[in-house]
């Protein structure tokens, strides 16, 4: 009888101990410009949120989250009456409605640390302005985050982080199909994070009571070893829907190991504190998966990180304030390009028709190119000189620095030279002419020098312009410039060889090789075969250029290799014509391109943020995309020596061994599209991809190799100097 009772016990205790508290957490999952347009879908939140109201009233046991705040945004500028804000606020006062801190479902790789602080600021600081705050951030479909996440949510107070990625890439997580942990940012910031690799559509896939419980069991069985369990119920753009059929199939029921309720996510982690107190700690980063959709529109993409970086620098060094009048507007168009489903291409299979993804593409783009715009409108507001021959040059390093100087001049002529006066003292400067302009290089012509330059805003005139004559020397097939540093060989197949004269060897051997591969069979490569028509060296008197021209027919129309004398590094720089892209069937879905740069003798290469921090790519449990997404430069150790090199225009890298146990750098250049899936009449023929954006685009690389590391050379290079002319700033 003793053992029986003894039994029972135990059986009792395993009973309530099999008991679980589960969370229903209703909300609409925002992909802005998937679904529908992103002019379509802002006219579905603005009337969704405004019949949330009359939802709530109706069903007293519902709650519901906003997700996003670029969703509420949507239904404030539709201007609600006072009566339907009232109603929100008691709501959210009763805690049936919550804000998630978030802008949008947010690409974080892409982003840098201003744009991905300010997508939770920048709402923070909208919510508050309205009498509400936020607790809890969520983040969904996207399978990847930035490492520096967790510090910037502990900086504002943000307790939890509720993410609920794509299933598809539910095998990248080495973790439980449902896990919670400490998420530790560089600066030891943390935040409570709760990730299901269900996505966070699972409660839609749920049919029915018994599915639930079935739901829940496979969860724990997976290794949950906690007794509280949200579900999240949302689909794309879907509204309150999902969330109220998830009410009625299982927020009304009796279980018999499980309570159930509609809630919130912010009273889901409430409760597991309340019941647990120790959770494991994870850090690193996880980004990397889904920015490479950025890639099929490289104009727009380096221009929106070129804005970001530039206003990342100007507030850090009070050139700008989060009060100026543009600031808001700016960063909004920044984060709305940096939202998960912002990206020009084809877009998904059916969804869309073929004037809605054209429109979709031409909005992508007016996000970066208007961000660009009300940048340099305030540029020209704040730095323009009364003096008609005056430039103001701003140096955005923090500090004194030497730093490249091209001042737009459209009558400088071949061999011309410049006396160029800065803080009275007189440099001369050269000629200097483009064949493709962007947001790094936006002048075509003019005089370029190296000088010293205090940080901020800087005075510069020219006095005078002199002829001269530089040498020049015309080959075919082969060519070749040197200095003090380095010997470049340019080769018939248009790879080159970099010879150090430092460390007397061959740092890259035939460089430069571009390859291709299709979406549908991505990294099955081949090679781009190049053929040189003409090299041209020319000498300045600061820098030797060589420039190859490529026969007629291929996608690559120039490569231009630059070799300053005033530092010992090498820019490289390739310019490719959009419409010379072979076309690609649907069936292939894109194509890549890609530049490659082999390293010998690496044994170690990592990536270097601009800040001098680097990212820890091995450190969190996942499985790490081969293309690590690049917000500074890469560093590869050869014993040695270092190389280092940095990108202003392709972000993704990919850091492969080859057979011989040597690193190749390959730069993710371009995804080019032709064709879409269009769901009104089948495959179609693309407008254009990338619209209103030049058809002659650059791609530039820095090169350098040194014993000890010089973090201003990638700088000066990543962060150039931006020059503002008395009538206002050059296009």
């Not at 609600?80 to 802008?103: N, T």
């Not at 889901?268 to 990397?288: A, I, N, V």
């Not at 380095?486 to 051997?509: C, M, P, W």
């Not at 250049?669 to 899936?677: D, F, I, M, P």
Request: glycine share 6%.
């Amino acid at each position: 009888m003793r053992r029986f009772l003894v039994s029972l016990l135990i059986l009792l205790s395993l009973i309530v101990l099999a008991r679980i508290k589960v969370f229903i957490i209703p909300f609409s999952h925002l992909d802005i410009g998937f679904t529908a347009t992103q002019r379509e879908v802002s006219q579905q939140y603005a009337k969704m949120l405004s019949q949330l109201i009359e939802v709530l009233e109706r069903i007293p046991d519902f709650s519901f989250t906003v997700e996003s705040f670029w969703q509420f945004q949507q239904w404030l500028n539709s201007k609600p009456s006072q009566e339907e804000m009232e109603k929100f606020r008691e709501y959210v006062a009763e805690g049936r409605i919550e804000f998630a801190g978030a802008f949008a479902n947010m690409h974080t790789g892409f982003l840098n640390t201003l744009t991905l602080r300010e997508s939770v600021e920048f709402p923070l600081r909208e919510l508050r302005k309205l009498g509400f705050d936020a607790k809890v951030c969520m983040q969904n479909d996207v399978p990847g985050f930035s490492e520096h996440f967790p510090d910037i949510l502990q900086d504002l107070g943000i307790k939890y982080l509720m993410i609920g990625i794509n299933d598809a890439y539910a095998s990248v997580l080495n973790m439980p199909s449902a896990s919670v942990f400490w998420w530790e940012g560089p600066r030891g910031g943390k935040v409570l994070t709760y990730v299901t690799k269900n996505s966070y559509a699972e409660g839609v896939m749920i049919r029915s009571p018994s599915g639930l419980e079935q739901f829940v069991e496979a969860v724990r069985d997976s290794g949950y070893p906690y007794d509280v369990l949200p579900v999240l119920v949302a689909f794309d753009n879907a509204g309150y829907e999902p969330g109220i059929m998830a009410l009625l199939r299982f927020g009304r029921i009796e279980y018999e190991n499980m309570d159930v309720v509609v809630s919130t996510p912010s009273k889901f982690f409430e409760e597991l504190e309340k019941r647990y107190s120790e959770f494991p700690t994870c850090s690193g980063d996880w980004s990397g998966w889904w920015e490479i959709v950025k890639t099929g529109g490289p104009y727009s993409s380096s221009t929106a990180r070129w804005v970001q970086d530039s206003l990342k620098d100007f507030l850090e060094h009070a050139l700008i304030s989060k009060h100026d009048t543009l600031y808001d507007s700016i960063l909004e168009k920044l984060l709305l390009y940096g939202e998960h489903s912002s990206a020009c291409g084809a877009g998904w299979p059916g969804l869309l028709s073929l004037e809605q993804i054209n429109e979709s593409n031409e909005t992508v783009v007016l996000y970066a190119t208007e961000a660009y715009k009300e940048f340099h409108r305030f540029l020209e507001n704040k730095f323009r000189s009364t003096n008609e021959d005056e430039f103001i040059v701003i140096n955005r390093a923090g500090s004194p620095t030497e730093c490249v100087v091209k001042l737009p001049y459209e009558s400088a002529r071949v061999g011309d030279i410049a006396i160029v006066e800065i803080s009275g003292k007189e440099h001369v400067a050269w000629y200097f002419s483009e064949p493709a302009t962007n947001a790094y290089e936006p002048y075509s012509r003019g005089f370029k020098l190296y000088v010293p330059l205090n940080p901020g805003e800087n005075k510069v005139k020219i006095k005078e312009i002199r002829p001269t004559h530089f040498q020049k020397q015309e080959t075919y097939r082969i060519d070749r410039i040197e200095n003090e540093f380095y010997r470049i060989d340019a080769h018939s197949d248009g790879t080159f060889d970099i010879f150090d004269k430092q460390f007397e060897r061959l740092v890259l051997n035939q460089a430069g090789k571009i390859q291709t591969d299709f979406t549908t069979r991505q990294y099955a490569f081949e090679t781009l075969s190049l053929e040189v028509s003409s090299a041209v060296s020319t000498e300045y008197p600061q820098e030797k250029i060589l420039d190859v021209t490529f026969e007629p027919g291929s996608p690559f129309v120039h490569l231009r290799i630059i070799l300053p004398c005033y530092k010992k590094a090498v820019i490289v720089e390739y310019f490719l014509n959009r419409d010379k892209l072979p076309y690609v069937p649907y069936e292939k879905h894109s194509s890549n391109y890609y530049v490659c740069f082999p390293l010998s003798d690496t044994t170690k290469t990592y990536c270097t943020e601009t800040d001098g921090n680097v990212k820890q790519i091995d450190l969190f449990p996942f499985v790490r995309p081969r293309e690590v997404c690049l917000n500074g430069y890469v560093v590869a150790d050869a014993g040695a020596f270092n190389y280092v090199l940095a990108s202003r225009e392709a972000f993704m890298v990919d850091l492969p061994f080859d057979d011989d146990r040597n690193k190749i750098l390959s730069f993710h250049l371009l995804r080019h599209y032709s064709e879409a899936a269009v769901k009104n009449k089948g495959i179609m023929k693309l407008q254009d991809v990338e619209p209103n954006t030049p058809k002659l685009i650059r791609f530039s690389f820095l090169i350098s190799t040194s014993q000890h590391v010089d973090p201003e050379i990638p700088r000066d290079f990543l962060r150039p100097v931006i020059v503002v002319k008395s009538k206002g700033v050059i296009p």
